[in-house]
Nanobody, 120 residues
Framework: QVQVVESGGGLVQPGGSLRLSCAAS????????MEWYRQSPGNQRTLVAR???????DYADNGEGRFTVSRDNAKNTMYLSMNSLKPADTAVYSC??????????????WGQGTQVTVSS
């Protein structure tokens, strides 16, 4: 089994910054890719950014260049640094981890999410 835990969310004023963390632990061979998603009330969950084991990064348009994703392979942890936050960034931010299992097949695991609220 694999556990995925997000942290770092909270209440921040417009223009502020937050750094989210996503840590994976458990029984797997390696981590193939880690992804950040967000979902605000009444909307679908959308991709924010993702980083694969080689360090290749993709960003969705919703970050508008204000978000930076990084990864510490030794800690099986991914980070999302968010700057110049806007009320529209308010959402539950969730992490999806694609692991390579002992059998070398890929499988997805999700965390519970962390709430980010941008408000004055």
């Amino acid at each position: 089994q694999v556990q995925v835990v997000e942290s770092g969310g909270g209440l921040v004023q417009p223009g502020g910054s937050l750094r989210l963390s996503c840590a994976a632990s458990g029984n797997f061979f390696s981590i193939f890719r880690m992804e950040w998603y967000r979902q605000s009330p009444g909307n679908q969950r959308t991709l924010v950014a993702r980083i694969n084991e080689g360090g290749d990064i993709d960003y969705a348009d919703n970050g508008e260049g204000r978000f930076t994703v990084s990864r510490d392979n030794a800690k099986n942890t991914m980070y999302l640094s968010m700057n110049s936050l806007k009320p529209a960034d308010t959402a539950v931010y969730s992490c999806k981890v694609v692991v390579r299992q002992i059998s070398l097949t890929l499988r997805d695991y999700w965390g519970q999410g962390t709430q980010v609220t941008v408000s004055s």
